[in-house]
């Protein structure tokens, strides 16, 4: 008698909202779909989440109607998470999903309540040293977390944690800075700074590093700097009226090319980021963003300095002459950037999204074989067609 047939595993990840919870979902949908998975993303309506998914392949993308919660927004951010809960219920309803897998963030939460009603396998991962609030909120409902920084392990409970690190995408890897730099058209030759505040953008660090210009004198550094929207034409007019040379962009999907050209970077210090940083061995000057939730980035930064993966400046604090001294170091001094690489390979995990994968596959593979031997039941209510 033949075997009955089997269909490959369908897993949902939801990580919209920021680059910083998309790429690292993109980075497992890879490794899942290299093992033989279906895999949707469940990302927001936000323009970051669509350009960014723009060069997927073989990825369902499903676009919910989420917001965050900010500026207290609490009607329209309730009656969203409502509107996404149902429309992930309804989606799962149609295509039954293995497991779901949240990145934290605004859309992360209803696709995992939701699934719990179809009896999948539920987890999450956890970038930041301080987990966001959705995630502590899920902790209590999933049935396993991963997280990339060892001290925020504690701050889920009762999830069981595992410390896998935060994945990066394959393109992130050293190479030779000169072919990057001809690429963007730089010279491949002159030491390049790149200036990124994160996939949104940062207008005080762009203000920042134009307040650093003047200071410049005849120093042959050229720039990659990526200002977000708003300030694209403002920082584009500085360069210019000074002569310098520099490939002004709002946005870039192609980062690896971006930390591929850098001889040194300033950088907020969101997790993916500084994530993709050790894993280009790029050494940086981190500027936390000073009113990110819980200061997250903050003790992110400090996670990386305090072993010398990084050079820190806060924002509120910093001036031009603080930013200009610690730029110079960074991109002058041999021995500097030699000890920041040595220390960044602690903080890489190249294997993190293999691993992460693995053990969600494992899981649904156990779940299969229980679900095996148990008394045929009737399927939820959430799982019925029409539901």
């Known amino acids: 008698m033949n075997a009955p047939a089997t269909h490959p595993p369908f897993v949902a990840i939801a990580c919209g909202g920021t680059g910083g919870h998309l790429f690292p979902g993109l980075a497992i949908a890879g490794q899942l779909r290299r093992r033989g998975c279906t895999v949707a993303l469940l990302i927001s309506p936000k323009e970051v989440d669509q350009q960014a998914v723009q060069s997927a392949r073989d990825l369902e993308i499903v676009t919910l109607p989420a917001v965050a919660l900010q500026g207290g927004n609490y009607f329209s951010f309730a009656k969203n998470f409502w509107r996404s809960w149902r429309a992930a219920r309804a989606y799962f309803s149609a295509h039954p999903p ?9 859309t992360s939460a209803p696709p995992v309540l939701a699934a719990k009603k179809c009896r999948a396998a539920t987890f999450l991962h956890e970038s930041n040293t301080i987990p966001g609030r959705a995630n502590r909120f899920l902790a209590r409902w999933v049935d396993g977390a991963f997280v990339g920084f060892p001290g925020a392990a504690d701050r889920l409970r009762p999830a069981r944690v595992t410390v896998a690190g935060t994945p990066v995408r394959p393109a992130f890897q050293p190479r030779d800075p000169a072919p990057c730099r001809v690429q963007l ?44 929207a708003a300030d694209f034409d403002r920082v584009r007019a500085a360069y210019a009226t000074r002569g310098l040379t520099a490939v002004v962009k709002p946005f870039m ?5 971006a930390l591929g050209a850098a001889t040194a970077a300033v950088s907020r210090a969101g997790a993916s980021s ?6 280009l061995r790029l050494p940086a000057l981190l500027v936390p963003y000073p009113t990110a939730a819980d200061d ?15 050079r820190l400046l ?8 603080t930013a200009f001294a610690s730029l110079q170091d960074l991109v002058e001094n041999e021995q500097t950037r030699a000890g920041i690489r040595t220390a960044l390979v602690r903080w890489h995990a190249p294997r993190a999204a293999e691993e992460i994968a693995d053990h969600i596959l494992q899981v649904i593979t156990q779940r299969a074989g229980h679900r095996r031997t148990e008394t045929p039941q009737v399927a939820c209510g959430c799982c019925k067609a029409g539901a």
């Open 253 to 257: 999907a192609e980062m690896d090319v």
């Open 98 to 106: 293995a497991a779901v897998l949240a990145m934290g963030g605004f």
């Open 296 to 310: 997250h980035q903050l003790y992110n930064a400090r996670a990386f300095t305090n072993t010398g993966a990084a």
């Open 185 to 228: 058209g730089l010279d491949p030759h002159r030491p390049t700074i790149l200036v990124m505040g994160g996939s949104q953008g940062a207008s005080g660090l762009n203000a920042l590093i134009l307040s650093v210009l003047p200071r410049l004198g005849a120093r042959n550094w050229q720039w990659l700097h990526l200002t977000g």
């Open 274 to 279: 500084l994530a993709e940083i050790a894993a």
């Open 314 to 321: 806060e924002q509120n604090t910093a001036t031009a002459e």
